[in-house]
């Protein structure tokens, strides 16, 4: 297959992953309360061991899907994952508990890994010198996806109730679930692979490359940055509108800003790594990125709080595409998926961490010393980055 054609079967697969995902994630408390009785002292619980519970359950399945996908087959993998999840979307719109909601959300968590395999495949295919733009694309849609769903999840929950969003989720990756079978092929091995050891058919043996580890760590960490302020942004830019009317949707569309300038950026992101190295494409949007989250806890009202929520979007964006290029440039063909499993399974550590961070940070020294933590992170990241592999000039070709 084209790597073009390709591209733009996996964008829309993207695209309908994420939506799906976030059109049903931020309402699950109130799902909660208004459809399965849960009162409003414990809802709180429920809706943390529903949201993290599917974190924990895939960080473990991701790996072992990844392996599998590289000795069954990595389309075979993504049909797997687009009709399980699927499948998980249309059992949690018919959940009368809560007890049934978490058995939901763990089986959605072992039935995970789309995403990983939508990235092996397109590393597979795609040309090197277009990796980067298409990895940005991909990185771009993920987002905006995240913008779009809410706002979709909010439009179907007043219309049909909560429960439409379920199936609606359900029929759109059970769509993908048509397009992996009917459609995308699996993707060719190189005709330069090599053939690997028994040492380095071991999964495990990614870990030991210097270069993979090094990834995975700092991808863990950009991701904790990402979800650190999830638990108190709405609650803080509540604080920064005061009475504001409609503070609601004001929040929500404050909120929406970093992912809308995130969708724009990514692509971009994508050519300048491909251009300049990615190594620099990484170090400058942690860099800018970082700078603009410790800066962002000054502003005393929303309209410059606001313009900073976009910019950090703008320059988050970059760190991602970026990341997933070096590892996919420097792991054997043989290996895409596992590698993939195990970035995938990093990067929910760091979902799962970062809220309990923010949580704390936000609790015992307060919601504006959350924004020069996760700064500080980035910053850091960027000057290790920066040192390792530019400065003592140990970027790998």
Known sequence: MNWKVVLVLLTCNVLFMSASYTMIIPFLPMYLTSELGVD???VNLWSGVAFSVTFFVSAVMAPIWGRIADRKGKRLMAMRASLLISLSYFLGGIVTSPEQLVLVRIFQGFASGLWPMDLAIMTLYAPRERLGFSLGIMQGTLTAGGVVGPLLGGVLAEAFGMRASFYIGGLALFINFLAFTFIIKEPPMPQDATPLTREEQNPWHLWRIPILRTMMIVSTLAQMVTFILMPVITTYIKYLAGDMENIV????????????AGAMSAPLWGIFGTRRSYFV???????????????QGIPKTLLPFAAMQFG???????????????????????????????????QQV????????????????????????????????????????????????
């Open 350 to 397: 760091g979902g799962v961490t970062g809220p309990l961070l923010g949580g704390v940070v936000a609790t015992y020294l307060g919601m504006h010393y959350l924004f020069p933590t996760a700064g500080s992170i980035l910053l850091v990241l960027a000057v290790f980055v920066w040192w390792r592999y530019i400065m003592r000039g140990h970027a790998p070709a």
């Open 312 to 346: 950090v979007g703008l320059f988050l964006a970059g760190i991602q595409p970026s990341l997933n290029a070096v590892i996919a440039q420097h792991t054997p063909a043989q290996l895409k998926g596992s590698v993939f499993g195990m970035l995938f399974a990093a």
């Open 281 to 295: 494409a990484m170090c400058l949007a942690m860099s800018c990125a970082g700078t603009m989250l410790a800066l």
């Open 249 to 260: 949707l004001v929040a929500g569309v404050v909120f929406s800003l970093g992912g809308i």
């Open 40 to 42: 409003d002292a414990t």
